[in-house]
């Protein structure tokens, strides 16, 4: 009996699809609104390319699966102050792009590449409609952060790190061939404390 497990391939190529689709719809939907490019978007734009460019490597396995799971990219805190601020369509774009333009020079493969950029945007846009049903901030109309703001910030960050753990995960565990299950829950302690650490210094970047 043929096996239902769905192939990495398949699935890598249903993720990039839903990603590109994100990203092309972003791109035609906001046409003026993009911005304001102003000094702060291109130093925020700066920070998420250079923690692209200089991965941190953590607990995770090697080879294949390297780019997917073993490393933690610095970028994550500057994404997150640039959702806050200036939101979805400019921190997706942003980290899209950056994203390509790393994975490029490390010379991932084409598949690899298309799909971090998915992931992430799916990421992405998923922790800011999670912010917007929260009531958002007033970061991004230039108001002081609030304390109730933080309800809604943490729940933004808990649906970024909960999506891009599940997407990137899945794929992990079908390119290793092991359970789903058993590999979204490996290391989820210690996965979610670093996710944490890396999300709390997103509002401190935005406020400075």
Request: hydrophobic fraction near 55%; proline fraction near 6%.
């Amino acid at each position: 009996m043929p096996s239902s497990r769905p192939t990495p391939t398949i699935y890598l190529r249903l993720v990039s699809a839903a990603g590109v689709v994100l990203l092309v719809t972003l791109a035609v939907s906001v046409p003026g609104g993009f911005g304001p490019l102003d000094a702060e978007f291109w130093v925020l734009a700066g920070l998420i390319l250079l923690g692209e460019l200089f991965p941190i490597q953590v607990h995770g396995p090697k080879g294949v699966e390297n780019r997917l799971l073993g490393e933690e990219t610095f970028s994550t805190p500057f994404g997150f102050a640039m959702l806050l601020i200036f939101g979805v369509p400019e921190v997706v774009l942003v980290q899209a792009l950056c994203s390509l333009v790393a994975d490029v020079i490390g010379r991932r493969p084409t598949e690899r590449v298309v799909f971090n950029i998915a992931q992430l945007s799916l990421s992405w846009a998923a922790a800011g409609a999670a912010l917007g049903l929260a009531g958002g901030t007033g970061l991004s109309s230039g108001e002081a952060l609030d304390p109730e703001d933080l309800v809604a910030i943490a729940l933004s960050a808990a649906v970024f790190f909960a999506v891009n753990s599940t997407l990137v995960r899945t794929a992990g565990a079908l390119l290793q061939e092991v359970a789903i299950l058993a590999h979204l829950r490996a290391d989820l302690l210690f996965r979610s404390w670093s996710a944490a650490t890396l999300f709390a210094i997103g509002p401190l970047v935005a406020v400075i």
